[in-house]
């Protein structure tokens, strides 16, 4: 079993930066995919970024530019710094981490900018 932690959520303002943190422990294999995903209300949940644990990543078009993901592989965490927020970021932020057909998810994190 997997278990995925975030941290860093919070509020702040448009134009602000905020870092998310997740930890994943458990039965994690070396070939994986680790990711941030969200969902605001009303919305399907929207992949934000992800890193493989070979170093590639991938990334909204809407968050170009403006947030990195980057991984430790030795400590198992993976981390979204998030700079120039806009207030339509807003959303729930999960924490997710595959592996062939599995899937895994965190608690989520409340990440709200406001105007």
């Known amino acids: 079993q997997v278990q995925l932690v975030e941290s860093g959520g919070g509020l702040v303002q448009a134009g602000g930066s905020l870092r998310l943190s997740c930890l994943a422990s458990?039965?994690?294999?070396?070939?994986?995919?680790l990711g941030w995903y969200r969902q605001s209300p009303g919305k399907q949940r929207e992949l934000v970024a992800s890193?493989?644990?070979?170093?590639?990543?991938n990334y909204a078009d809407s968050v170009k530019g403006r947030f990195t993901i980057s991984r430790d592989n030795a400590k198992n965490t993976v981390s979204l710094q998030m700079n120039s927020l806009k207030p339509e970021d807003t959303a729930v932020y999960y924490c997710?981490?595959?592996?062939?057909?599995?899937?895994?998810w965190g608690q989520g994190t409340q990440v709200t900018v406001s105007p």
């Open positions: 890193v493989t644990n070979g170093g590639f990543e």
């Open positions: 997710n981490l595959k592996w062939g057909s599995s899937s895994y």
């Open positions: 458990g039965s994690i294999f070396r070939s994986n995919i």
